[in-house]
């Protein structure tokens, strides 16, 4: 065990939280290098990992959900994740019984506690609270003392509200529920939690479960299996998509089929290819709730929210999309069209090529080369270039603050 107490995480003195937990960080660092294990940095290098495919696309899975079997209750997991998982545990449980290697103190058993959550069910719940965030302005805010607004004059009025400082973290996209704070690693349907109740605040209990005599066993064990630990949480373990274990168990030993092509067909779905009607859908929802209570017993047409222009939906769809990944930001929002910030010029001439695709195919939202799939692609480009110059700042040491979800 470690015989040094960390108290990152219950301290009350930010000086001596920070120093803390830079304490811990150097900790944890120098134990990865003693136990020659490998770890995934869950926090900062690969704070996306399973959100993001190979060409920074923002992915969600398409899962075939399975038991973990008796012993973890109504556990379920990805089909390819509980195969790996139980792998590495039968083998476990068979060399302690054989051997006696010892089985870390804080995992009885190596029973799974939790894997998979549903983000569409999390989603869901998410818009719930980001409708009542951006809705205050218009009830008690800024907004409600003016007159009854028409949809168009609504949404204006919305676009401005998402870049007030205190809203940063709400979004509207299911993508931007992706990179948002709420996101959970469980659903990427990559993890297997081992213990959930343990705080990952807290870093002494972090620091006593890598220093347990045992652990490095545990971890060696795992990452022969596939799976890394997460350096967050030592208590669950992350598959690893690289191993060649894992490939193969995917592919299920037919090599023909090149892995990440595979993987994403079979396996991930890219939610920004539906985000645009999700974005209209919730306009539209956060419009008649207004209505509702601001004119109460009329009723609201039809036409009044149908009548709104395809290219102005654009426009917001794109609005949303680039500030979600920190491209667009206040300032830029609020410059002017006569000097506009590098960010808003550059807003404004993405938008201008989607509005002559959309138009050189007939309003088709969806080809293959149309809207969609152009700002998809624009915006795994500036997710790339921000993870990048993030991870190279943080090589450096400089500020990696730049990255913001």
């Known amino acids: 065990m470690s015989t040094r107490r960390f108290r990152g995480g219950i301290t009350n003195n930010i000086q001596t939280e920070v120093r803390e937990r830079r304490s ?22 690969s704070k996306l990992y399973g959100f993001i495919d190979e060409n920074y696309n923002i992915v969600e899975p398409n899962p075939e959900l399975v038991s ?95 870049f007030d400082e205190d809203k940063k973290n709400y979004k509207i996209p299911k993508t931007g529920y992706i990179l948002s704070p709420y996101a959970k690693v469980y659903e990427t349907g990559l993890y297997v939690d081992l213990a959930p109740e343990l705080d990952p605040s807290i870093d002494y209990v972090k620091s006593e479960i890598v220093s347990d005599s045992s652990f490095q066993c545990f971890g060696e064990i795992a990452n022969q299996f596939g799976f890394l630990i997460d350096q967050n949480c030592p208590w669950r373990l992350v598959l690893d998509l ?31 290819l539906d985000d645009y009607w999700n974005v209209k859908s919730f306009y539209k929802r956060m419009y008649i709730e207004y209505f509702r209570l601001k004119m109460p017993g009329v009723s609201l047409l039809a036409s009044a929210l149908d009548s709104y222009p395809e290219e102005s939906w654009i426009e917001c769809y794109l609005l949303n999309r680039l500030r979600d990944l920190g491209f667009l930001k206040n300032p830029d ?58 991870l190279e700042n943080r090589r450096s040491n400089a500020d990696s603050s730049i990255f913001v979800y």
């Open 24 to 45: 811990y960080f150097e900790f944890i660092q120098q134990k990865k290098l003693e136990l020659g294990i490998n770890f995934l940095d869950t926090v900062h290098e």
């Open 68 to 162: 973990f079997g008796e012993y973890s209750g109504n556990i379920v997991g990805q089909n390819f994740l509980v195969s790996a998982y139980n792998s590495f545990r039968d083998y476990y449980l068979q060399k302690s019984q054989d051997v006696g290697i010892e089985i870390p103190q804080y995992f009885p058993g190596l029973v799974v506690k939790k894997s998979f959550e549903d983000i569409n069910e999390n989603y869901e719940r998410y818009q719930t609270l980001v409708s009542q965030v951006m809705l205050d302005p218009f009830l008690v805010g800024r907004f409600a003392d003016m007159e009854q607004m028409n949809f168009s004059s609504f949404i204006s009025k919305l676009n401005e509200v998402l």
């Open 333 to 390: 929002f609020f410059s002017s069209d006569e000097s506009p910030t590098p960010q808003k010029t550059a807003f404004k001439n993405i938008l201008t090529d989607c509005l002559e695709r959309f138009n050189i195919l007939n309003r088709e939202m969806s080809h293959g080369s149309g809207v969609l799939t152009y700002i998809e692609s624009v915006c795994a480009n500036i997710l790339k270039e921000r993870i990048e110059l993030f």
């Open 242 to 272: 690289k191993s060649p274990n894992v490939q193969s168990n995917i592919l299920n030993k037919d090599f023909s089929r090149p892995f990440s092509a595979f993987y994403s067909s079979t396996y991930l779905m890219k939610p920004g």
